[in-house]
């Protein structure tokens, strides 16, 4: 019981320590100075070109990858007859008798 009490209490004070100390805020960032809009944009283009010109680069070696991947198959259904009759519920506690 103490470990767990430990180990809870180490989470705890893990996660404490991690968390960020000072509020997130993004003021000042964008104020002038840092490009603007219109970098902003030409930011956004230059990234897409170089994500799309990855995917077109990287798409022969993720079909090969696929290819050459073996097919796994659900197994066939196995034939199990259905049984001839159930049996009688189980009596789980003993008729009562009268005194």
Do not use: C, D
């Amino acid at each position: 019981m103490k470990l767990k009490a430990l180990a809870i209490a180490l989470t705890i004070a893990a996660a404490l320590a991690a968390a960020p100390i000072a509020p997130a805020s993004a003021h000042g960032w964008h104020r002038g100075g840092h490009g603007g809009l219109v970098l902003g944009l030409f930011a956004g283009a230059a990234t897409a070109l170089v994500v799309g010109a990855a995917t077109i680069a990287a798409a022969p070696f993720e079909a090969v990858a696929a290819a050459t991947q073996p097919v796994y198959a659900p197994p066939p259904p196995a034939y199990v007859p259905a049984p001839v009759a159930y049996a009688p519920a189980p009596a789980y506690y003993a008729p009562v008798t009268p005194v």
